[in-house]
């Protein structure tokens, strides 16, 4: 497999698990009880920076690249770039209505909720729509150079909640919340294999 996708591939499940965060949260808020909004700002203040400024432009160029060598394929891979958009637009309204909820002028916490869960489902089924259209149909007809000219890009950009170099003290409280939500996972997991 291309390093590209697999790194794409790899931030996929980043963005899902961040989605399940998110998801948490706002359930709590729209259930009258006790929501962290911060966290829900740090997570939306990183995807605002790392993939919507990173990988989506990275899956906008394979686009481009699979356009010029297959034009079917690129027909049958769907408008990334105009979901990217969306999705964009997207997280700016979330980020709004999550600042702003209970406010005067704000959105209720149904509102809020909703434009959470809309951002969720619709980035859910982007990742589902590159994974099983768009990466496939690449790898088939993407030359070696395609790929190589893409990897360049990738530059030495170190993913700032996920990534293994200097980590961005501003995440902190995002990181801690990601092993507290794997943990959980895990614990789960192993009494599932218990039961079984
Ligand atoms: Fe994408
Ligand atoms: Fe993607």
Same mark, same amino acid.
């Given at each position: 497999m291309s390093l590209v996708i697999s790194k794409l591939t790899e931030d996929h499940r980043n963005m899902v698990l961040l989605m399940s965060l998110i998801g948490r949260e706002v359930d709590a808020l729209e259930n009258g009880e006790r929501w962290d909004h911060r966290l829900v700002e740090f997570i939306l203040d990183y995807t605002q920076h790392h993939p919507d400024c990173r990988h989506h432009p990275l899956e906008d160029e394979i686009r481009d690249k699979l356009k010029r060598r297959a034009p079917e394929a690129a027909q049958a891979a769907g408008d990334v770039l105009a979901e990217h958009a969306e999705l964009i637009d997207l997280a700016h309204r979330l980020d709004d209505a999550v600042k702003t909820v $209970?406010?005067?002028k704000g959105p209720t916490p149904e509102e809020t909720a909703a434009v959470a869960r809309e951002y969720r489902e619709r980035l859910l089924a982007h990742i589902d729509a590159e994974e099983t259209q768009l990466f496939p149909l690449a790898l088939e007809n993407l030359s070696a150079a395609d790929w190589q000219e893409i990897e360049d890009k990738l $530059?030495? #950009?170190? #993913?700032?909640?996920? =990534? =293994?170099g200097i980590k961005e003290q501003k995440y902190e409280k995002l990181r801690k919340a990601i092993t507290a939500w794997e943990d959980e996972a895990a614990l789960v997991e192993a009494g599932r294999d218990e039961v079984g």
């Open positions: $209970g406010t005067k $530059g030495s #950009d170190i #993913d700032p909640v996920f =990534g =293994g």
